[in-house]
């Protein structure tokens, strides 16, 4: 099992920024992807990126250039620093993890951001 935590959130105006973090417990060995995923209200979950253990890095093009995603392996800890925020990057952010192959088992409880305009 692994547990995730995500902290960080909270309420910004349009233009600020925001670090949310991600820390993981258990069985972190497993862990070989991070993410992050996003939902807005009345809208579907959305995956915002992704982060390997080798580093490698995905970012959806709506963010590319105002979030950055990283990770400290020895802390187990995945960041999103979110910059230029716009009010339609309001919403609850989850991290998931899983292994090398399959499905985003493990998931956190959510963090709210909320951009003001």
């Known amino acids: 099992q692994v547990q995730l935590v995500e902290s960080g959130g909270g309420l910004v105006q349009a233009g600020g920024s925001l670090r949310l973090s991600c820390t993981a417990s258990?069985?972190?060995?497993?862990?070989?992807?991070m993410a992050w995923f996003r939902q807005a209200p009345g809208k579907e979950r959305e995956s915002v990126g992704y982060?390997?253990?080798?580093?490698?890095?995905y970012l959806i093009d709506s963010v590319k250039g105002r979030f950055t995603i990283s990770r400290n392996n020895a802390k187990n800890t995945m960041y999103l620093d979110l910059n230029s925020l716009k009010p339609e990057d309001t919403g609850v952010y989850y991290c998931?993890?899983?292994?090398?192959?399959?499905?985003?088992?493990?998931w956190g409880q959510g963090t709210q951001v909320t951009v003001s305009s």
């Open positions: 998931a993890s899983k292994e090398a192959s399959g499905t985003y088992d493990y």
């Open positions: 258990g069985r972190t060995s497993r862990i070989y992807t």
């Open positions: 982060i390997r253990w080798s580093g490698n890095t």
